[in-house]
């Protein structure tokens, strides 16, 4: 079984939006190399409160822990901004977890397109195919399938999604310029939701996002420290086999 813990960056707003883009991550980990992962995350936060005082309840969310801090505020913002760095290279290390990333640039799109849905049906896509083909790292089981545990979103939106796509899912064919109704089979139930605050994998993907939103579109603050660089460590778990033509595996609509 792969586990899929998903976070955003961006809204899918069209009108009046505040950002260009819509950013998507799923963190990918097989069931047997989940509590090894959970331990490693853990021990890392034990690192984190040892060298900047961040508790281990503490939520990294990684928009705020750089822009609106609240209580965290107590960390001085360039360690605030470290801490994202060892995050992308804690997850770099770690040869059994998979990103895959979704980008949706709304500036080229018309202003009835449903953003959310574009998103999340191209991720939940490069999910099952990736599964279908074997292609994540760690235990190769030719039964695999995969479970969804997103952040909090549109509970009812997201499974509606994910159902029709059982029943009716027409996909491109570059080859006719026609449709292959490629139903989803290896993503199975609804999808499991979590908060964030208690939740390990959903705050490491929740950094992965923000990072790749800054590789797009970067703050002022990260530019002048070269925070737009740092998705790019990541570059050794990227899922690269979602998208092969992308340098870096990102599914760009």
């Known amino acids: ?17 505040p950002t260009r883009y819509f950013v998507l991550t799923g963190l990918v980990i097989h069931e047997l190399r989940w509590k090894q992962t959970q331990e490693e995350l853990l021990q890392f936060r034990r690192d984190l409160k040892l060298k900047f005082g961040l508790r281990l309840r503490d939520e990294i969310h990684a928009s705020p822990l750089i822009s609106r801090p609240g209580d965290l505020a107590r960390i001085p913002k360039q360690h605030r901004l470290e801490i994202l760095r060892r995050y992308a290279d804690k997850l770099a290390s770690m040869p059994h977890v998979s990103l895959i990333n979704v980008v949706v640039d709304k500036e080229t799109k018309a202003l009835d ?3 959310f849905e574009l998103a999340w049906k191209a991720l939940i896509q490069r999910f099952e195919n990736t599964i279908a083909h074997q292609n994540f790292p760690g235990p190769k089981n030719s039964d695999d399938m995969g479970l969804l545990f997103p952040d909090m979103s549109d509970a009812k939106k997201l499974n509606g999604l994910l159902r029709k796509m059982r029943a009716h899912n027409p996909v491109p064919n570059a080859m006719t310029n026609g449709y292959r109704n490629l139903l989803v089979r290896h993503v199975i139930e609804d999808a499991n939701f979590r908060d964030s605050a208690h939740s390990y994998f959903i705050q490491s993907v929740d950094v992965a996002a923000y990072l790749l939103y800054q590789q797009l579109s970067p703050s002022a603050y990260m530019k002048k420290k070269s925070g737009q660089n740092y998705f790019g460590r990541m570059a050794s778990i990227l899922c690269k086999a979602a998208t092969p033509r992308d340098a870096q595996g990102i599914v760009r609509l």
């Open 1 to 17: 079984m792969y586990m899929m813990y998903v976070d955003e960056s961006g809204d899918v707003g069209l009108n009046g939006s």
């Open 113 to 115: 397109t449903d953003v």
